[in-house]
């Protein structure tokens, strides 16, 4: 955990790194509804930004990625 950069924060500190970096981001999540509760939204979100290029979310047991 202590090699990871960026692991904490919130929403608007999430909107900012992703307006400032060019670099790829693999975002983490512990359960869907930390991205939203509406999946179209989170469909709008991840095209808006296209350096998201994997959504993982910690279903307790296993990591499902998307």
């Known amino acids: ?6 692991v904490s ?15 790829n981001v693999r975002l983490v ?3 869907y509804r930390g991205l939203s509760t509406v999946p ?3 469909f709008w979100f991840v095209k808006k930004h296209k350096q998201i ?12 990625k998307s």
């Open 1 to 6: 955990m202590d090699q990871l950069r960026f």
């Open 9 to 23: 924060g919130d929403w608007q500190d999430l909107l900012m790194f992703l307006k400032t970096t060019n670099k």
């Open 29 to 31: 999540v512990l359960d």
């Open 40 to 42: 179209r939204d989170v």
């Open 53 to 64: 290029l994997e959504i993982c979310v910690d279903e307790g047991h296993h990591i499902a």
